[in-house]
């Protein structure tokens, strides 16, 4: 089945400076990759997503990458804020409706 | 917007007992889920549901596990015999017959298992 690895698993930047998480993926079927933002106690928040059809996407200051040669995918972030600290986690999906196979999560913090 | 909904937000309860997990899709949505998270880990898929059948479970989803739908707008999750690695968080989510994929996740029931 699809397995998704995520690094780092901790992240610490400081305010204002650019984060990546980067992800790979095993099943070269898998089309959807989506991105969760989750606070502590709280559900997964999908933040941004990317089909396999595009390469790159972006969203004010988040951006994602994706190389489907490689089975990568990243996330950026820039201009970090301290309201981005939370647990990110990159997952991936096969097919619509499909299940979501999630990454083990990175741990972001941003200090002030 | 709507949202998914879960009652309850805390349950506990003791080893070998039944619980049962409820959930509120968003109400023109089709397909349901249910992942659970262990504390300080990942998220991880339990079972998927469309038109009243289970579409795929994870070897997690063992025959301690069912899901329901037993109304249109309720979806249930029932362990039967609860066992100490049972306690995690259960997240419900729900996905509309469209090409967006996106599944929207309802607040969570943290179970916890004495």
């Known amino acids: 089945g699809e397995n998704v690895e995520q690094h780092p698993s901790t992240l610490s930047v400081q305010e204002g400076d650019s984060a990546v998480i980067k992800c790979t993926y095993s099943d070269s079927a898998s089309n959807y990759f989506p991105w969760y933002k989750q606070e502590l106690g709280k559900r997964p928040q999908l933040i941004i997503d990317?089909?396999?059809?595009?390469g790159e996407k972006k969203d004010q200051r988040i951006a994602v990458t994706l190389n489907k040669t490689a089975k990568h995918f990243s996330l950026h972030i820039t201009e970090t804020q301290p309201e981005d600290s939370a647990v990110y986690f990159c997952?991936?999906?096969?097919?619509?409706?499909?299940?979501?196979?999630f990454g083990p999560g990175t741990s972001l913090s941003v200090i002030p | 917007e709507p949202e998914v909904t879960q009652t309850p937000s805390h349950q506990v309860t003791q080893m070998g007992q039944e619980v049962i997990l409820r959930c509120v899709p968003i109400?023109?949505?089709?397909?349901f889920y249910w992942y659970r998270q262990i504390l300080g880990q990942k998220v991880e898929f339990l079972v998927s549901?469309?038109?009243?059948?289970?579409?795929?479970k994870s070897e997690i989803f063992d025959d301690q596990f069912s899901v329901e739908r037993p109304d249109g707008s309720n979806f249930t999750l029932k362990i039967r015999s609860t066992k100490l690695e049972d306690s995690a968080m259960y997240f419900c989510?729900?996905?509309?017959?469209?090409?967006?994929?996106?599944?929207?996740f309802g607040p969570g029931t943290r179970l916890t298992v004495t």
């Open positions: 990317i089909r396999s059809n595009v």
């Open positions: 997952a991936a999906s096969k097919t619509s409706y499909d299940k979501v196979i």
């Open positions: 549901f469309y038109n009243n059948e289970i579409s795929e």
């Open positions: 109400s023109n949505h089709l397909y």
């Open positions: 989510a729900s996905s509309e017959y469209s090409i967006t994929y996106e599944q929207y």
